[in-house]
């Protein structure tokens, strides 16, 4: 049906994956990518599959939500589980990953797939193509094609903000202050904590308080995803917030003292190497000037270089329930697919996911057979329920949450249930990739 070639626009993590599941299917792939000959405020690298944000890609148990998609994205063959899996780095119960080394061998296994050509171009528009598009260009979406992508919600031009922390070297942290050890003890000794008594603490919160912040522009109102709330705005909700947020020392024990610190910073590798350390939770719209003066308050912090500083970028995505079939194809336009976040969910393996299913869909497509919708109980079936059922009304991102799947009958303890959905979510997957893996490519 159509042009035998899918367009995917975008090779970040969703563009990745859909054409990686497209070329799986036997469906010749044109990946469109504007790195090197152009950068957003957020990238640094030409390589395909970058992380800009987090280096982790959040929890690895089943009884997490998050846990149990990227169980569902294994059992799917997706090229974004595979190389996480393969440049992992400590971080505890999360799975964390080299972020060059991630990108890199993602980059590469698309390049060495025969059926896909990446071509490094800018797409100022929606491409005017009788087959399979696929718009996966992330949620730094700007210009003429932001503008499309406006038009393809009805004019509505919806945003939110999203942050990013701040990376520091390893050698510049002091190890004499600083020690090792996960929360709990789960994953050994895989975080470096900086420990803050009072005293400390409550100087570190009245200097970001009073610290300078990169303003909003005028036409633009300041709206922030929940998970991703920059520091000195969750210090703003009491001066105690991020003593039960990201700086909580619950769990983690100071083994000089043999006693938890009033409050810790937490820091994560961030490379193989170990070389440099992501500030777990600290993300933030500091000025450059004021995010070293403050975050040198921290105690094993105060010569700290820092690789990467902190930032806050606008995010856009559509109003998925208004636009978006739970194929992931655009309402009246059954040759167009969206991807990532522009879906309007939130979170590395949430944008792979809906990437995976448009790039399996958008090659079913092509190829004459029904396009699929995973099972609702599923983690990858409750998020495509959610963005295309949810009410369009103030619609906002979200990540996989357990809250999205359908109940299971009768009264358990939260660990057991959340158990017993996820066993539940992955037999059906599995009964539901039998349906049509059977047909083969």
Same mark, same amino acid.
């Given at each position: 049906?159509?042009?035998? @070639?899918?367009?995917?626009?975008?090779?970040?993590?969703?563009?990745?994956?859909?054409?990686?599941?497209?070329?799986?299917?036997? $469906?010749?792939?044109?990946?469109?990518?504007?790195?090197?000959? @152009?950068?957003?405020?957020?990238? +640094?690298?030409?390589?395909?599959?970058?992380?800009?944000?987090?280096?982790?890609? @959040?929890?690895?148990?089943?009884? !997490?939500?998050?846990?149990?998609?990227?169980?569902? #994205?294994?059992?799917? &063959?997706?090229?974004?589980?595979?190389?996480? /899996?393969?440049?992992?780095?400590?971080?505890?119960?999360?799975?964390?990953?080299? +972020?060059?080394?991630?990108?890199?061998?993602?980059?590469?296994?698309?390049?060495?797939?025969?059926?896909?050509?990446?071509? =490094?171009?800018? $797409?100022?528009?929606?491409?005017?193509?009788?087959?399979?598009?696929?718009?996966?260009?992330?949620?730094?979406?700007?210009?003429?094609?932001? =503008?499309?992508?406006?038009?393809?919600?009805?004019?509505?031009?919806?945003?939110?903000?999203?942050?990013?922390?701040?990376?520091?070297?390893?050698?510049?942290? &002091?190890?004499?202050?600083?020690? =090792?050890?996960?929360?709990?003890?789960?994953?050994? &000794?895989?975080?470096?904590?900086?420990?803050? /008594?009072?005293?400390?603490?409550?100087?570190?919160?009245?200097?970001?308080?009073?610290?300078?912040?990169?303003?909003?522009?005028?036409?633009?109102?300041?709206?922030?995803?929940?998970?991703?709330?920059?520091?000195?705005?969750?210090?703003?909700?009491?001066?105690?917030?991020?003593?039960?947020?990201? #700086?909580?020392?619950?769990?983690? $024990?100071?083994?000089?003292?043999?006693?938890?610190?009033?409050?810790?910073?937490?820091?994560?590798?961030?490379?193989?190497?170990?070389? %440099?350390? !992501?500030?777990?939770?600290?993300?933030?719209?500091?000025?450059?000037?004021?995010?070293?003066?403050?975050?040198?308050?921290?105690?094993?912090?105060?010569?700290?270089?820092?690789?990467?500083?902190?930032?806050?970028?606008?995010?856009?995505?559509?109003?998925?329930? =208004?636009? %978006?079939?739970?194929?992931?194809?655009? +309402?009246? +336009?059954?040759?167009? *697919?969206?991807?990532?976040?522009?879906?309007?969910?939130?979170?590395?393996?949430?944008?792979?996911? #809906?990437?995976?299913?448009?790039? $399996?869909?958008?090659?079913?497509?092509?190829?004459?057979?029904?396009?699929?919708?995973?099972?609702?109980?599923?983690?990858?079936?409750?998020?495509?329920?959610?963005?295309?059922?949810?009410?369009?009304?103030?619609?906002?991102?979200?990540?996989?949450?357990?809250?999205?799947?359908?109940?299971?009958?009768? @009264?358990?303890?939260?660990?057991?249930?959340?158990?017993?959905?996820? %066993?539940?979510?992955?037999?059906?997957?599995?009964? *539901?990739?039998?349906? *049509?893996?059977?047909?083969?490519?």
């Amino acid at each position: 049906m159509g042009q035998q @070639r899918i367009i995917i626009v975008g090779g970040g993590l969703a563009g990745a994956e859909a054409a990686w599941q497209a070329s799986r299917l036997g $469906v010749e792939v044109l990946l469109l990518e504007m790195k090197p000959l @152009r950068f957003s405020p957020a990238h +640094r690298s030409p390589l395909l599959g970058e992380l800009v944000c987090s280096n982790s890609l @959040r929890a690895e148990s089943l009884e !997490n939500a998050v846990g149990l998609l990227k169980e569902e #994205m294994r059992r799917l &063959d997706s090229i974004i589980m595979r190389a996480a /899996d393969a440049t992992r780095v400590p971080a505890g119960g999360a799975l964390a990953v080299d +972020r060059e080394a991630f990108a890199r061998t993602i980059t590469q296994a698309l390049e060495e797939e025969p059926r896909v050509e990446i071509r =490094r171009a800018l $797409v100022e528009r929606i491409p005017d193509h009788e087959g399979p598009v696929i718009l996966s260009t992330g949620p730094l979406t700007e210009g003429s094609l932001a =503008r499309d992508l406006a038009d393809l919600a009805g004019g509505e031009d919806l945003y939110f903000y999203d942050a990013i922390a701040p990376i520091v070297e390893a050698d510049s942290i &002091d190890m004499e202050v600083a020690f =090792r050890a996960s929360r709990y003890g789960k994953g050994g &000794d895989d975080y470096l904590n900086c420990p803050l /008594d009072r005293s400390q603490y409550e100087a570190f919160v009245e200097a970001l308080l009073q610290a300078k912040k990169v303003p909003t522009r005028d036409f633009e109102r300041e709206i922030l995803f929940s998970g991703c709330m920059p520091i000195e705005a969750m210090a703003e909700r009491g001066r105690d917030t991020l003593r039960f947020g990201p #700086m909580k020392p619950v769990g983690l $024990v100071d083994p000089r003292t043999g006693k938890e610190p009033y409050a810790v910073v937490q820091l994560r590798q961030d490379d193989v190497r170990a070389s %440099l350390y !992501n500030m777990v939770g600290f993300q933030t719209k500091l000025t450059y000037p004021e995010q070293e003066r403050v975050f040198r308050m921290i105690p094993g912090l105060q010569r700290a270089r820092f690789h990467r500083l902190g930032s806050l970028h606008r995010n856009t995505y559509l109003n998925a329930p =208004r636009v %978006l079939l739970p194929t992931l194809q655009v +309402r009246g +336009r059954p040759n167009l *697919w969206v991807a990532g976040q522009l879906t309007g969910v939130e979170g590395y393996v949430e944008s792979t996911a #809906m990437g995976l299913l448009a790039g $399996v869909n958008a090659a079913r497509w092509i190829r004459g057979e029904d396009l699929l919708v995973p099972p609702e109980t599923t983690a990858m079936g409750a998020l495509v329920h959610y963005i295309t059922t949810a009410s369009p009304r103030g619609f906002q991102p979200m990540n996989v949450n357990f809250g999205l799947f359908p109940p299971l009958p009768g @009264r358990m303890k939260k660990a057991l249930r959340r158990r017993a959905m996820a %066993l539940r979510a992955l037999e059906e997957l599995e009964n *539901w990739m039998r349906t *049509w893996r059977k047909e083969g490519p």
